[in-house]
């Protein structure tokens, strides 16, 4: 019996191989004594902006931040209805809530986890004014029936890219479909930074002036405050952490995808395994699989040293906190939130760890 412990995580092994040039970093840091709002974060903002070849890119503190702000800047009135995915993380939901618009839920599709076109249209009132797409455990949404959906509707489309950095759709970027896009650079994200942080790519010069003042008091010059803006900037030290690591997200995501295949090709048909479409390159933030028995399949797991994570374990309209949601119903959610588990997949691991991951799973009885 092998009892090396396979952990879901681990963010020391993963930030080993950036070890020496995050101490650097750090110590030109201390030395140049600059710590908000600096060069690093107008580099960063550069590069990741090149990245999508976008020119708009606001650093913010956090994804829910990057959301919320997106909103801020769209000045939608109470009660307007943003359609958001009903099996999402919390946040996204959040940040319509404390904008004072009413999330609208559509179901998933049972297949790739991601809103469901057809269901977006049933959902449309006179009141939508914003879809807020996310692009689930790593994978684009299908973005050409989205885009189309917008456009007709003369809706905002604000994509929810904290699971995505890197996954493309017919060759396009994640990040470049909508009016905003929102990043997390939370530490586990496939673009992880040592503390929170995150960013927003938006496509108009006065979308991006406004959201440079909203992340900044709502001033546009020192002292001057034009708007009723926040405090959430990218913290400086986090963009130099984040300059590091950008050069090799590429490397990140293959390495993932490589681990990915692993378990595609090594799985039995007992699970349920995300699809595999050549429209979408998934850069598999979360590899999630589906089974009746997940909690008895996590239990067994752990016993064999393995760790696991349930993205997630309760829908978004079952929350406490969405109390006014709790008695709707959302069967696909459901379903999703009570059969899936998110095994081992990460820049941490070795492809001998999934070997072993594969081999435990494939003799669960
Ligand atoms: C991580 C995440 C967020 C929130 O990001 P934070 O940086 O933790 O605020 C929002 N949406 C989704 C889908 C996420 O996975």
Redesign the pocket.
């Known amino acids: 019996m092998n009892h090396t412990i396979i952990p879901y995580e681990n963010l020391k092994t993963l930030n080993k191989p950036f070890e020496d040039e995050l101490k650097q970093k750090f110590s030109d840091f201390l030395d140049k004594g600059w710590y908000i709002l600096g060069e690093e974060v107008s580099l960063f903002e550069k590069e990741f902006g090149d990245f999508h070849n976008e020119k708009y890119v606001v650093g913010v503190a956090?994804?829910?931040?990057?959301?919320i702000l997106s909103l801020k800047c769209c000045n939608f009135k109470t009660g307007d209805e943003v359609i958001v995915p009903s099996n999402?993380?919390i946040?996204?939901i959040l940040a319509i809530l404390h904008c004072g618009l009413t999330p609208v839920f559509v179901e998933p599709d049972i297949a790739t986890y991601n809103i469901n076109p057809e269901e977006i249209k049933k959902a449309l009132t006179k009141r939508t004014v914003a879809i807020m797409l996310?692009h689930?455990y790593g994978q684009c949404c299908d973005m050409d029936a989205i885009t189309s959906i917008a456009k007709e509707n003369n809706l905002k489309l604000i994509e929810?890219c904290?699971?995505a950095h890197g996954a493309t759709f017919k060759g396009q970027i994640a990040g470049t479909f909508g009016d905003f896009s929102?990043f997390?650079?939370?530490p586990t994200?496939n673009l992880g930074a040592l503390g929170?942080?995150?960013a927003i790519i938006c496509k108009s010069e006065d979308d991006y002036n406004t959201l440079r003042q909203l992340r900044n008091y709502g001033s546009e010059k020192k002292y001057h405050n034009g708007i009723v803006g926040y405090n959430s900037r990218l913290d400086e030290i986090q963009a130099a952490f984040l300059r590091i690591k950008l050069p090799h997200l590429r490397e990140i995501n293959a390495h993932k995808k490589k681990l990915a295949s692993i378990y595609h090709s090594g799985l039995s048909n007992d699970f349920i395994k995300p699809v595999i479409n050549s429209d979408f390159k998934n850069v598999y933030?979360i590899f999630n699989i589906r089974h009746q028995e997940r909690d008895r399949l996590k239990d067994y797991l752990l016993a064999n040293h393995i760790g696991t994570e349930i993205h997630y374990p309760i829908s978004p309209h079952r929350q406490k906190a969405l109390k006014a949601m709790n008695h709707l119903n959302y069967p696909i959610s459901s379903e999703i939130h009570r059969t899936t588990l998110s095994l081992p997949c990460s820049f941490a691991h070795q492809t001998d760890d999934i070997h072993r991951v594969v081999d435990v799973l494939n003799k669960f009885k």
Do not use: C, E, W
Not at 62 to 67: I, R, W, Y
């Open positions: 956090n994804g829910l931040d990057a959301l999402t993380y946040a996204t996310v689930l929810d904290a699971q929102a997390s650079f939370y994200k929170d942080a995150g933030h």
